[in-house]
């Protein structure tokens, strides 16, 4: 060449085809490879991960540390009830209906309005009467162990010169000997009284000086002849309940013998049924409910803790959930800042997006490598919020314990591996869009970012 002019050309070598196109190689990111490369990124900008991992962790303890709260209410109620009442022995009674009052109403002297109302209370009692026969229905129930008997009705008891109205019933094993806190069960002759009642006979600051005194139990009723009558005993007190009530208990033939000596027929109006296990309490009811009289209609009412403990389970339940709900919000929060924080990484990590796509790398190891950042996060984030919960669960239990004599917060298994769980699907839900976003950067414009 002289002057711009080409005078002599020399080919040294045969012309690249154009026409045939190599295929682009791609090069695939290992998945050790996109961990190291998030955690270098992580550690260039570790204060805004810290704080982001932080806010989530304090999402993730509050989930656990409600769920734990709400299982160990739950049990914690349940035993305190199953504590004072046996909680396999249902109480049943005959469903009744109204005693007709036409003859109080056609009464036309005081003599005839009150023989009406004493055969009114008599018809009241007969209706309400719980046979041997039905006892043996009720004892024939699958998983009913045994039924018996029992009397309850209202009554005067007295102490010197203190009168007070209390509801008499007889020893059943509905009664718990550990609710008795003083003294024992009654035998022939005693009485087992609630501790409001010995309050009111000897005084609040030592009821427990009733032990042993004399309390006279009278109760109002109709004798055999259709004639009022007033029974009344003497009995001992053999021992004093927890519960704070005036309620008087003694032995059925105790009650008995104070109505055969005054005329007035034994009528005993509850059954006691006792079940194999807890586990059968519900089934045992629903069959009791089940029973048709000759009427066609239910004949017998119950009264368990079954029905308690479900309601009282469903309101914790309901309220554990709430609170968790709340807690929830913490971890939208949090997934929202780490969108933010991907956002942030994809726009700052532009340049080497752009080198990596021309090294080779596919648009799904781009996306990889801001959900392995993403998982980094989750997984961190669960193990600072399961320590958090931790120390929460120690320092509750150790402030609340001298009250209760019970572990307020109790965190499970499950709990912690549905924690960690939540923690790691909110932040890979929460790269979804960051990654995609990555993905598609183009190359040549992302290598002349700056």
Known sequence: MDDGQIHDELVIGAPFDVSIRQPTRYRTLGFRQMFRMSMQHMRRMWLRYLLIIFGSSIGISSIVVMLGLGSVIQNYMNHQITSQ??????????????????????????????????????????????????????????????????????????????????????????????????????????????????????GKKNYQQALNKKLTVKLATVNRKNQSVTVSQT??????????????????????????????????????????????????????????????KQQYNYTGIGDLIDSLN???????NVLTGVAGIALLVSAIMIIVVLYVSVSERTREIGVLRALGARKRDISHLFFAEALIIGVLAAVMGLLFGEGWQFLGNMAIYSLIKYPIVRIS????????????????????APAHMAARLDPVESLSHE
């Open 85 to 202: 009442v046996n909680p396999t022995a249902v109480q049943v009674s005959k469903k009744t209906g109204k005693v007709s009052t036409a003859a109080r109403k056609k009464a036309t002297s005081a003599a005839a309005y009150k023989a009406a109302v004493n055969q009114e209370q008599v018809t009241a009692a007969k209706n309400a009467e719980v046979t041997t026969a039905n006892v043996k229905q009720l004892a024939a129930i699958k998983h009913v162990k045994s039924a018996k008997l029992g009397y309850y009705t209202s009554t005067q008891a007295s102490y010197k010169k203190t009168t007070v109205t209390a509801s008499l019933q007889t020893d059943n094993p509905t009664i718990l000997s550990k609710t008795i806190k003083d003294g024992s069960r009654p035998e022939n002759g005693q009485v087992l009284i609630g501790r409001k009642l010995a309050k009111k006979m000897v």
């Open 235 to 296: 009995l001992t007190v053999s021992g004093i309940t927890g519960s704070d009530d005036t309620s008087v208990v003694v032995l059925p033939q105790t009650v008995k013998k104070m109505l055969t000596a005054k005329n007035v027929a034994y009528r005993p109006n509850f059954a006691i049924v006792q079940i194999d296990k807890l586990a059968n309490v519900k089934q045992v009811e629903h069959q009791i409910k089940a029973i048709k009289g000759t009427n066609k």
């Open 413 to 432: 298994g499950a709990a912690m591996l549905g924690g960690i769980t939540v923690s790691v699907v909110i932040s890979l839900l929460a790269a979804l």
């Open 314 to 320: 469903t309101y914790i339940r309901l309220a554990t």
